[in-house]
């Protein structure tokens, strides 16, 4: 696995590629069960053996409402029983996004941005890692609920606090970036923001963050569900650029080591937060780091046909 330093994030080495752990917290497609405890600890624990030691959470990565922080607890065994140890590992989680059980039994979902929500999300965020993360991050904005500078100034109270050394932003645009940067004294971490074949707004996000050394997490990097699916035939330029790749070198390369690889090409702040929910699935994100496009490769994938937009539009958590 290829490193990079990025001293915003940590000062760990950081794989060019990082699991999201939200799909082991989530009935799998193919049997639409949650994947038992101890195999979703297995894979994990494959997928930090193949190098990809960054683990991206949430606290609102749960089967439902009555199992919030299920996912965090989840990653929070998995690395402490890492043969590797704590220290090997990049804990990325997110707060700031509600989740409660509604009076008609249904799931309630809602954004907080307040300082009193904050720290006690960042509060049992750790508890139930077990350790403190090596970052946080303000998972979406409450655009409604108060100024974006005041919700900055509240994840650096939370840093204050102790409960993460750094502090980062999810699902935000330029100005938002520039506000946070200003208000945090150029401290901010990371963004985690939506890119993929499928969706490739706020390409300015994404400039920022390389030109400050700030780590830009994509997610859902092969477009989430269907779209995640069939991306060599929705999104056909990746496919072929995978086809010549592999005619070349002798090597069978995949449309999704195609993506990563392309996600992977603006920048070395840039660490693509790939789901994992299968041994062999981590094997292949790995491989990835070793797949190299030329110029005129990435050109074509950046000048391919977009697709159908976000997979949770900003006004939808």
């Known amino acids: 696995m290829k490193h990079v330093s990025l001293p915003q994030l940590t000062n760990k080495p950081v794989p060019t590629i990082g699991v ?7 009935p799998l497609r193919s049997t639409g069960e949650l994947m038992p405890w101890d195999d979703a600890i297995a894979v994990l624990h ?4 193949q190098g990809i030691t960054l683990v991206d959470t949430a606290d609102i990565y749960a089967p439902d409402a009555s199992q919030f922080g299920y996912d965090e607890r989840l990653v929070g065994e998995a690395v402490r029983t890492w043969e590797g140890g704590r220290d090997s590992i990049i804990v990325v989680t997110k707060i700031g996004i509600t989740l409660n059980v509604g009076a008609d039994g249904e799931d309630e979902w809602g954004r907080d941005g307040s300082y009193d929500y904050l720290m006690r999300a960042a509060e049992a965020s750790v508890e139930r890692l077990g350790f403190v993360p090596d970052t946080i991050l303000l998972h979406r904005v409450n655009r409604e609920q108060q100024p974006f500078a005041k919700s900055v100034e509240n994840m650096l109270a939370v840093r204050e606090a102790g409960f993460a050394p750094t502090i980062g932003i999810g699902n935000v645009h330029l100005d938002e970036c520039e506000i946070a940067w200003d208000v945090s004294g150029g401290t901010i971490s990371g963004v985690e923001n939506e890119r993929s074949p499928r ?3 706020d390409e300015d996000v994404l400039r920022w963050c390389v030109e400050r050394g700030v780590a830009y997490f994509p997610w859902s990097p092969f477009g989430g569900g269907d779209d995640a699916a069939n991306l060599p035939t929705k999104y056909p330029a990746f496919a072929e650029v995978a086809a010549e790749i592999s005619a070349s070198t002798g090597n069978d390369v995949t449309a999704y080591q195609v993506t990563l690889s392309w996600l992977r090409s603006n920048g070395d702040a840039v ?4 789901a994992v929910t299968r041994t062999a699935t981590a094997d292949i994100n790995a491989a990835s780091a070793n797949v190299e496009l030329t110029a005129d490769q990435i050109a074509r994938l950046d000048a391919s046909p977009v697709g159908t937009g976000s997979v949770f539009p900003d006004d939808e958590d």
Do not use: S
């Open 271 to 274: 660490v693509p937060i790939a």
């Open 20 to 26: 999201g752990a939200m799909l082991l917290a989530e």
């Open 199 to 201: 969706y490739r707004d």
């Open 46 to 49: 494959h997928t930090f053996a």
